[in-house]
């Protein structure tokens, strides 16, 4: 006999078959596809004893993390877990805690059985361990494409880099560019991003370059922002106020997509934001200490440097008026150029994270201070409004207060000028001549060189006065090295007695050919430290 019951049960089979076949079949495999991790895996900010971990998936999911230091995870000596969700574009990040100083560790995502590729880096020496050191830097990778190729190449500076084996590499800024995408000196050849998803894309875009993706799935990175990440030449006291969802996007999308600790340093009232700034300890051979230039400088002094002639800011405001005059300059800048220049109320860092800079600066026990900078601090003279030397009070403040109280063997790592430059860094080079660090500016790893931007806005100016100007204030520096042109990145080897080499090599691991002394030798220096 068949009961009432009997028949729903056969009607509701028959309905269910019904809907599978209008359906293709689909309504019990709604993720056919295993979940995927879709844009690698990376670490930064490590220390003897933590990492941050990062991945992204493509769906929100529970995922796991393993890390080991043998060459299996069964089992593996950490695991954490968290979730991705739509609200942070799918990423995920772990600060892993407990590890052992010195060691390398191999680390993984899972979920289910989707599992990320393995990535690798390696921890820090203890503080008082006097080991060797070897790592990297450089910046400037704008991932602009036109769906087939990249218009700056593949960025095969970081693929050198990885050859050479670094413990890390410091990741220098403009990671992307938002704003000027594939510009070629004149106008971007993109138009720039204004909302998240777009911001997003491009990390995507630059993860999705083979060189960037081994780099950060083989080597950890400390992460540092510069202009281009949120907009060009931005300062933190002005975009506040003027464009604050720009800033925030640009803020969240790097802090997604990149393996950087949070929270960030605390900041000012006059701050757009909290700060970057942070200092790493490898033994006692070196202290990594990131600056933050951009959250919290005051607005440029360009509009009190105005040229009528050029239409544009004085090339050279700050350089003495004789040498203006060789230069067909006139012998002065505009009127109250300097004096805005040299305004001690301006700031490049803020008052806070200034404070912790000269603390990190007098308490570091290490041989070598490196001082990471996304702009420099050398005297280059050319347009300098948006580095160092456009904030001259703070830069003389800065420079004054290591050599006052005698602390010994700084050295500035730098990027964002787009070229190859090591010299000496002076108070002021023609008055107070006195050596008080060096600095080393490399790349760019994937953007417009120097030389190719100065060269394009000559013609599209119609005049050759950037041009020639730049290389006659080039000379005038007497840099110890410098090439406008290559592709490039810098590498520091320090021996466990700690003699330190630093070189500048192109993107194909060749050190750089000084174009300043031709003939001369190539981009490198070689430092004892000073007792």
Known sequence: MVTAHKYRKQSLILILCTVLVLCGGNIFNARAAPLEFTHGVASGDVTSTTAVLWTRTDESAPIKLEITSRDNFDPPDFRYSTTTSETNDFTAKITATNLKPNTPYHYRWTAGNASSEVGMFITAPFDDQAAAIHFSW?????????????????????????????????????????????????????????????FRGLYKDARDVTALHKLLSKNSIYALWDDNEVMNDW?????????????????????????????????????????????????????????????????????????????????????????RENMSLKKDPPAGCLEAIKDPSRTLLGPTQKSMFKNALLESKAKFKFVITSVNIQQTYGNPYDRWEGYDAERSEILNFIKDNLIKNVIFLSTDSHQNLMNEVFIDQFIASTPIAYEFVTGPVGALTEEKNLKALSTYYHHD??????????????????????????????????????????????????????????CAKTFHPVP
């Open 138 to 198: 450089s910046g400037d990778t704008d991932p602009s494409n036109n769906g087939s190729s990249y218009y700056f190449g593949h960025w095969n500076a970081f693929q050198s880099a990885l050859s050479e084996r670094p413990q890390f590499f410091i990741y220098l800024g403009d990671t992307i560019y938002s704003d000027n995408r594939g510009n070629n000196g004149t106008v971007p050849s993109f138009p720039k991003v204004n909302e998240l998803p777009e």
């Open 235 to 323: 300062a933190g006291q002005t975009i506040k106020t003027t464009d604050k969802t720009r800033y925030d996007f640009g803020k969240q999308s790097f802090d997604e997509y990149m393996p950087i600790q949070d929270p960030w340093s605390a900041s000012d009232p006059v701050c757009a934001g909290p700060t970057q700034f942070r200092v790493k300890h490898w033994g006692l051979n070196a202290d990594i200490i990131i600056l933050d230039t951009r959250s919290c400088r005051s607005a440029e002094a360009t509009k009190n440097c105005f040229n009528p002639t050029t239409k544009l800011p004085d090339i050279a405001p700050t350089i003495p008026g004789p040498i």
């Open 465 to 522: 006065f950037l041009t020639d100007k730049k290389f006659a204030l080039t000379r005038v520096v007497n840099a110890d090295c410098g090439n406008l042109d290559k592709f490039s990145y810098g590498t520091v080897d320090i021996t466990p007695n700690g003699l330190l080499k630093i070189t500048l090599k192109d993107e194909n691991k060749v050190p750089i050919t000084d174009e300043l002394h031709p003939g001369g030798p190539p």
